[in-house]
């Protein structure tokens, strides 16, 4: 993106998408709960912006299903739906193993590199993870993504990824075992090391086994179990 004179910033284009960028961020990191009403003047002064890229920006996060705005304008952070849960585990229950193997299949010697790096600079992830916590995690899975060299995929990938972040941080708010965390750990080196020896099927299994068991699965049992007569929402 490249900065523009109505922006004000560099790297951004437009104070629309910079509105954007930031409102976002402040949805993504949970400091705007889901359910949360948007009182749009407050907001647009704490992001020090005017309200009318602001209003822009809602409408496009409308289209990334994470603000609801009603015919009035008023706005709310869209609240966490199990249904939407359930979507985002089925699709990356399929594409995050196939990305996994023909990452094993068609890696290069710069891909693991990659992978090896952001395997080193994971993070634990804490019952309030912080955004650079969360990003270190995307970065492997990225980094994986990447690997599999089909730019569609990778796309429809890192798409499902920042949807699935609010359902990642609902899913931590019980807490982990140090048992669980030592898991996570040790599958993220397993599949480490069979994407760089590649091992296509044991690498796709590892990623489904790692899918069925994240946190997004984790935030989808405690919504279906928190309303279980619940259907998809606004």
Do not use: C
Request: glycine letters at 8%.
């Amino acid at each position: 993106m490249t900065a523009s004179p109505e922006s004000g910033e560099p790297g951004f284009a437009t104070k629309s998408d910079l509105a954007y960028t930031r409102v976002r961020a402040l949805i993504l990191s949970g400091d705007l709960a889901p359910g949360d009403v948007l009182q749009q003047g407050a907001l647009a002064r704490a992001i020090g912006m005017s309200t009318t890229p602001l209003r822009e920006a809602l409408r496009r996060l409308k289209q990334d299903g994470l603000v609801e705005l009603d015919a009035h304008r008023d706005a709310r952070v869209r609240p966490l739906d199990a249904a939407e849960a359930r979507d985002l585990l089925e699709l990356r229950g399929s594409l995050d193993p196939l990305a996994a193997s023909l990452a094993a299949q068609r890696r290069t010697q710069a891909d693991v590199a990659d992978i090896r790096s952001a395997l080193e600079g994971l993070e634990s992830l804490g019952d309030r993870p912080s955004a650079h916590q969360l990003a270190s995690h995307h970065r492997f899975h990225a980094a994986i993504h990447r690997a599999s060299h089909n730019a569609l995929l990778v796309e429809l990938l890192d798409g499902l990824w920042v949807k699935t972040d609010r359902y990642r941080r609902h899913g931590l708010e019980g807490g982990r075992t140090d048992d669980e965390r030592d898991a996570r750990a040790t599958e993220h080196r397993q599949l480490f090391e069979a994407v760089r020896d590649g091992a296509a099927d044991e690498a796709a299994a590892l990623m489904r086994r790692h899918v069925e068991t994240s946190l997004g699965a984790r935030s989808l049992g405690r919504l279906t179990h928190e309303e279980p007569a619940s259907g998809r929402q606004g």
